[in-house]
């Protein structure tokens, strides 16, 4: 398996376990009474604190799965893994780091750490869009 391969594999796998995570809190909740099972939202704006930011955590990751896969895709049946294997592990490195950071803390330090992840995933997309495109 390539580089890429194993990191998207990871990036998707990381995607499973936020879920899980999240499916277990919110399991937690009903089972302590404090929610009712039918009564969640899907932007986790009804359960503050560390379920809202772990429901966003886990979409943040959902919204940008795509993007990778497709590069990915495109690297892989183009025969182009040259691309895309250097900086494959940066890019789940950095998703994971985005997440833990954003389930930890929303204080303006923790923002500013997690946006810096977030935006060196979107740089190394470019990057990798621009070289399979020249």
């Not at 893994?81 to 592990?89: G, Q, S």
């Not at 780091?97 to 923790?110: D, R, W, Y």
Request: aromatic residues 12%; charged residues 15%.
């Amino acid at each position: 398996m390539s580089v890429t391969t194993t990191a998207l594999l990871g990036f998707a796998g990381w995607f499973v376990l936020l879920s899980i995570v999240l499916g277990l809190y919110r399991v937690g909740l009903v089972a302590s009474r404090k929610k009712v099972a039918n009564t969640f939202t899907t932007d986790g704006s009804d359960i503050p604190g560390f379920g809202q930011r772990l429901t966003r955590a886990r979409d943040n990751c959902f919204e940008t799965l795509p993007a990778f896969a497709a590069i990915a895709f495109v690297a892989s049946t183009a025969g182009r893994l040259d691309v895309t294997d250097p900086l494959a592990m940066w890019v789940l490195t950095c998703r994971i780091g985005q997440s833990l950071v954003h389930i930890a803390s929303t204080s303006v330090p923790a923002v500013l750490l997690r946006a810096t992840f977030f935006f060196v995933q979107v740089l190394i997309y470019a990057w990798w869009v621009l070289r399979l495109l020249g």
